[in-house]
């Protein structure tokens, strides 16, 4: 049995067995939000409506499980209190009602029921960070960098992004309407959306004719180890014989969880270190080594990267970069070097999401706060001259429309496929 398809397997086998052992967890590594939510209209469950067994369990995973060691306190007179121990924890914590907790399955799944916007806020704005491809945000025209002005006529200035997501939550129909801003020139614009379901594309690929395949990874979900297996073999297939480098495009990806982002970096590797995580109770701490079997056969790899790839995505830069398996290019990622844990509540319809560990790369690094640094730093909207004649001369044998009417307009993949065809 050839190498890979046995990596795959064993890969498998052991997130089976994994999650099997460590029930209690599911590790998690998210950056930004996606918008995901159902057509449901019953309104959220808050800190406040908890009871106090509900809360003394909160305590508990807290004191137990956080990857800081908290002076807490043993009970709670009021709500002011408990709510004022939440504040104490990072941002990627919180708790949540069984509604989120279904939309947050759904979306590590691969589909989920709502508008397709990923969203980040900047400077108290609510911004675009992107759209799902096909999703009824994408299909009304709504565009990366759009600034959320007002959600069915309410404003969200000053409000975050967890309100924000209760606005679209508790409108009485699948239809939102949204305001948004957009520059170049300024425009206000209004969007009428109607919810649905989506199905998540994690990958997406396409070919050059040198043999160089793209693959953009757009989030790392249950089913992204399986997607980048089978697009790789489709270039393959496509081109008629191993392919001769390969671009891995993760920029905007905002992570996802930790198992797929360790079995994307092992598909590429023969040996070494891919993650080490570490926290403060025994199963945080865990040393992710890669397996002997590399799906490409060692022809070199270009990894692309911006401020907005974040955790899973910048485990797999980093793995691929510091066990010297690619080049990466592009700008400075998010840094997110911190791991989030899913721990079921009371009869498991809620969970405490919960930071549990900090990852560290191959290098014995944290990125957390800094990011991955690329190899070569190119700003998106420049390229030497030279090397835009170099590489348009050498595009005149691509095959693809899709690959070349990207690499038309795209400084990263032109210079990522100069440095490939140079090799």
């Not at 191959?362 to 990011?371: A, E, L, M, N, T």
């Not at 909207?381 to 690959?403: C, F, H, R, Y």
């Amino acid at each position: 049995m050839p190498h890979t398809q046995l990596k795959i397997q064993q890969l498998q086998h052991y997130a089976l067995t994994r999650a099997y052992i460590s029930y209690l967890f599911s590790y998690l590594l998210l950056a930004s939000l996606f918008l995901c939510l159902s057509f449901n209209s019953f309104a959220l469950t808050t800190v406040g409506d908890l009871k106090s067994q509900q809360k003394n369990e909160i305590l508990f995973n807290i004191h137990a499980y956080y990857v800081e060691d908290l002076a807490l306190q043993q009970s709670f007179e009021n709500n002011q209190q408990f709510e004022a121990l939440l504040a104490q924890l990072d941002p990627y914590s919180k708790y949540l009602d069984e509604q989120e907790l279904e939309a947050l399955f759904s979306s590590t799944n691969g589909r989920y029921t709502g508008l397709g916007i990923e969203v980040k806020q900047q400077d108290q704005k609510i911004v675009i960070l992107n759209t799902i491809k096909n999703s009824p945000a994408a299909l009304a025209g709504i565009q990366k960098d759009d600034v959320v002005l007002a959600i069915n006529q309410q404003a969200v200035v000053n409000k975050d992004i967890n309100q924000v997501a209760q606005m679209i939550k508790s409108s009485d129909t699948a239809a939102v309407t949204l305001t948004i801003e957009r520059t170049n020139p300024t425009q206000i614009l209004d969007f009428e959306i109607t919810r649905s379901e989506i199905n998540l594309e994690s990958v997406t690929s396409s070919l050059s004719g040198f043999g160089i395949g793209y693959l953009a990874i757009n989030s790392f979900s249950n089913h992204t180890l399986h997607d980048v297996a089978r697009h790789i073999t489709i270039l393959q297939s496509n081109y008629g014989a191993a392919l001769t480098g390969l671009v891995i495009d993760l920029r905007d990806n905002p992570g996802g969880t930790l198992q797929s982002a360790v079995a994307v970096s092992d598909l590429f590797l023969q040996s070494g270190t891919i993650v080490t995580t570490k926290g403060r109770f025994y199963d945080a701490n865990q040393h992710y080594r890669a397996k002997k079997g590399d799906i490409l056969n060692g022809a070199p790899i270009v990894v692309l990267i911006n401020e907005n790839s974040a955790s899973a995505a910048e485990i797999l830069a980093a793995a691929l970069k510091d066990n010297h398996r690619a080049t990466l290019i592009g700008s400075q990622s998010f840094g997110k070097g911190s791991v989030q844990s899913l721990i079921p509540l009371g009869n498991g319809n809620t969970a405490l999401k919960l930071t549990t560990a900090k990852y560290f790369t191959p290098s014995g690094q944290s990125i957390d706060g800094i990011g991955v640094t690329p190899d070569v730093a190119i700003n998106q909207s420049t390229l030497s001259q030279i090397d835009k004649v170099v590489i348009i001369k050498n595009e005149q044998g691509s095959d693809d429309p899709l690959w070349q009417n990207s690499a038309a307009s795209d400084p990263l993949l032109l210079k990522a496929q100069q440095l490939l065809t140079m090799k």
